[in-house]
């Protein structure tokens, strides 16, 4: 096994070192390198945004970073940075926008949990209470998520984005 995962890691270094020589030839059709960069990382990003991603001191935490932030953020074509999508172009939704993930957390954790403290562990033997605590703690977890993600988005406008 250990053998196996160290000839994976050597054709994930060919590959990856490939694709980097590549992206500086231009005689290369887009699509090949589009799909070199989804084999590398399994995502599908244009090939301008590749190269800004590639671009940075840390590429490895760019790309994950820019995956978390699929939601928060939109690279632009035309400007060649990322941008803030819908709410998140307010300055209010950025500063406060991970508190506010936190806030909601807290908020469906606890209705969550109300049945159990006011009925203890019998509650988890009824099934609508099942449903009701599990769907709000489902979202509280969904929350914490966004949060993160969110995090990770501040992250990556920090390296590439513009303000508002």
């Known amino acids: 096994m250990v053998v ?3 000839s994976k890691r050597r054709d ?3 590959f990856s070192k490939q694709f980097i020589s590549d992206l500086d030839n231009e005689s290369i059709h887009r699509l090949s390198l589009e799909k070199g960069f989804l084999a590398l990382t ?3 990003y244009p090939v301008e945004e590749i190269k800004l991603l590639l671009s940075s001191k840390d590429p490895s935490s760019s790309i994950n970073e820019r995956s978390d932030a699929a939601g928060f953020v939109e690279f632009r074509l035309d400007e060649n940075h990322y941008k803030w999508k819908g709410r998140f172009k307010s300055r209010f939704a950025q500063k406060h ?3 506010w993930y936190y806030f ?3 908020i469906t ?11 203890g562990i019998s509650a988890l033997g009824e099934l609508p209470m099942v449903a009701f605590s599990g ?3 489902l979202i509280a977890i969904m929350c914490l998520v966004a949060a993160e993600n969110f995090k ?5 406008m920090g390296k590439f984005g513009t303000d508002a």
Do not use: M, N, Q, T
């Open 42 to 44: 399994g995502k599908v």
């Open 152 to 156: 990770a988005a501040k992250k990556l």
């Open 135 to 137: 769907s709000l703690l």
């Open 12 to 14: 994930e270094y060919e």
């Open 97 to 99: 926008g991970v508190k």
């Open 104 to 106: 909601w957390y807290f």
């Open 109 to 119: 954790a606890f209705l969550g949990l109300i049945p159990v403290y006011i009925k």
């Open 4 to 6: 196996s995962r160290s």
